[in-house]
């Protein structure tokens, strides 16, 4: 499967090398000044379109746009959840030096106790 790739409106240059942070999911989201919908034209996979087509056959009041704005909604949101996680569960080169440096510390200080 193709993994899209989203480029910001009126993103800042970067300097070469370096990669666009993330949207977030707030930042996305438009202010009052602007519709907030938008058309796309996009080319999806036809046995999914196809569970699309049957769902919303199902669900009076329901309509492909819907559909494809609430998976785009849980996708945005997760994706900001990854990087939240990734921005937490990496230590920095002076976090793992302190970390090990308190390790000595236990080891030394366990030889006394025990």
């Known amino acids: 499967m193709k ?3 989203i480029a910001a409106k009126a993103a800042p240059a970067l300097r070469p090398g ?4 993330p949207l977030s999911y707030e930042d996305a989201v438009q202010g009052p000044e602007e519709p ?14 196809s569970l699309v087509d049957h769902y919303v056959q199902a669900h ?6 819907e559909i494809f704005d609430e998976a785009l909604e849980m996708w945005a ?3 900001q959840k990854q990087a939240d996680l990734g921005c937490y569960s990496q230590e920095s080169p002076e976090q793992t030096t302190e970390e090990a440096a308190w390790s000595a510390i236990q080891m030394e200080a ?3 106790i025990w």
Do not use: H, I, Q
């Open 3 to 5: 993994k899209a790739k």
């Open 60 to 65: 009076s009041g329901v309509n492909r746009s």
């Open 36 to 49: 907030r919908m938008t058309k796309v034209s996009v080319t999806v996979d036809r046995g999914l379109l």
């Open 110 to 112: 366990a030889k006394y």
């Open 18 to 21: 370096r990669e666009p942070s």
């Open 77 to 79: 949101k997760e994706t």
